[in-house]
């Protein structure tokens, strides 16, 4: 079974930078489209960004775009988050998760997923 931990948050202010990895145990997941999404206080999860398995293709959402960049080492089994620019709207927890199809696929079916790790706690002060 694919197991996923989420490292990397922190507290940074406005403006900052951070790198957030999700890495894969259990068995590889080179194969799948890995996608992150967050969750602030209050607010639903949303998707934030996702990557093809071949690194090929990416989507990122429209309030990330331009800040974030999402790449893989699949040698690694990990997949990062490159945040730059944060806002105190970034403030959120951020989970990681997998599809075995596109990044359709996932754009499709994320709210159904059932298994979510525990995340990663990105803070950011104005």
């Known amino acids: 079974q694919l197991q996923l931990v989420e490292s990397g948050g922190g507290l940074v202010q406005a403006g900052g930078s951070l790198r957030l990895s999700c890495t894969a145990s259990?068995?590889?997941?080179?194969?799948?489209?890995t996608g992150w999404f967050r969750q602030a206080p209050g607010k639903e999860r949303e998707f934030v960004a996702a990557?093809?398995?071949?690194?090929?293709?990416?989507y990122y959402a429209d309030l990330v775009k331009g800040r974030f960049t999402i790449s893989r080492d699949n040698a690694k089994n990990t997949v990062y988050l490159q945040m730059n620019g944060l806002k105190p709207e970034d403030t959120a927890v951020y989970y990681c998760?997998?599809?075995?199809?596109?990044?359709?696929?996932?754009?499709?079916?994320?709210?159904?997923?059932?298994?979510w790790g525990q995340g990663t706690q990105v803070t950011v002060s104005s």
């Open positions: 990557i093809r398995w071949n690194g090929g293709d990416t």
């Open positions: 259990g068995r590889t997941f080179s194969s799948y489209t």
């Open positions: 998760n997998v599809d075995c199809g596109s990044i359709g696929s996932m754009a499709r079916r994320w709210r159904d997923y059932d298994d």
